[in-house]
């Protein structure tokens, strides 16, 4: 990880967790659940959605309620996919599963409460004109035709009586991790008024690139590091950008995706090397 993208990340990982911190002071169990979700996570989404403002000259005010808007339905979808009826997982970011440290039912409450808050963020005054059209692209990038379309895929896929070809595990990631990843980095793009192209580019193939990651991580991580449950996939069967690629094909188709993703920025010139640097911490993070 390169020092000048530490600190980027280190400086929105604060941002984000003040934030959330003054939105979500409550003491009640609820709050505790919806705040216990977003602890402990990269905010990688977040850091995408203050770069791309950052490159836009969007007002920090803006970018702070999309920043924890994406983190919040990020955590929503990852608590609701490590119930019994899901994944069924006990341990997420090092932790115990939200559904573990209290029980299902405060699992379900608090990921339905963390969806309706990041709308209700994206609705503030301060995100100004453009509001709208952002809103409209998380309902989509986050529901049937995105990321929970993706899950619907991924479930049917463990019942399917032949494993999901190479094609077809692409667009069941593209929507079920890449969706989310895209909407982050064109989100400074979108709340300019500004053409998002180049971010979306960025962003396909990153989110790609990200999940390949995810399936060498799940053959070769440590269970401790990677802070969840490891070679689950491999044991249940399931295709996997590795079980068809092959490991080392894997790697290698990997980080043409990142030369593809650092080469969508060229028109930010200098200006989007930590985006660059992000796409490269995708394929060497540990966790």
Do not use: N
């Not at 599963?97 to 309706?116: C, F, M, P, Y």
């Not at 986050?142 to 896929?157: E, H, P």
């Not at 960025?202 to 999940?211: E, K, S």
Request: aromatic share 4%; hydrophobic share 45%.
């Amino acid at each position: 990880m390169s020092a000048g993208f530490a600190a980027a990340l280190t400086q929105a990982q604060a941002k984000i967790s003040t934030h959330m911190g003054s939105c979500l002071g409550q003491t009640d169990q609820l709050h505790q659940a919806m705040a216990y979700a977003l602890r402990g996570g990269k905010m990688l989404r977040g850091f995408l959605v203050l770069e791309s403002a950052r490159l836009h000259s969007v007002p920090d005010a803006a970018a702070l309620e999309a920043a924890l808007a994406i983190e919040c339905i990020h955590a929503y979808s990852l608590v609701h996919d490590d119930l019994p009826c899901m994944d069924d997982d006990d341990l997420r970011r090092g932790q115990p599963t939200l559904h573990r440290k209290w029980d299902e039912a405060t699992a379900v409450l608090a990921g339905d409460s963390l969806q309706s808050f990041a709308f209700e963020r994206l609705a503030q005054d301060s995100l100004g004109p453009h509001a709208i059209p952002l809103i409209r692209s998380l309902a989509q990038a986050a529901g049937k035709d995105g990321m929970v379309s993706g899950q619907m895929m991924d479930i049917a896929a463990e019942s399917a009586a032949t494993p999901l070809t190479l094609d077809q595990i692409t667009t069941l990631q593209a929507r079920k991790t890449g969706c989310l990843i895209e909407w982050s980095a064109c989100a400074g793009a979108i709340l300019a008024g500004d053409d998002p192209a180049p971010l979306r580019h960025y962003a396909q193939a990153l989110g790609l690139a990200f999940q390949i990651a995810d399936d060498i991580l799940d053959i070769e991580g440590d269970a401790a590091t990677v802070g969840k449950a490891v070679r689950k996939d491999a044991e249940a069967g399931k295709a996997t950008f590795v079980s068809l690629l092959g490991l080392d094909h894997a790697k290698i188709r990997a980080q043409e995706l990142v030369d593809l993703a650092c080469e969508a920025l060229t028109p930010y010139g200098m200006a989007g090397e930590t985006l660059k640097d992000a796409a490269r911490f995708v394929i060497s993070r540990d966790s």
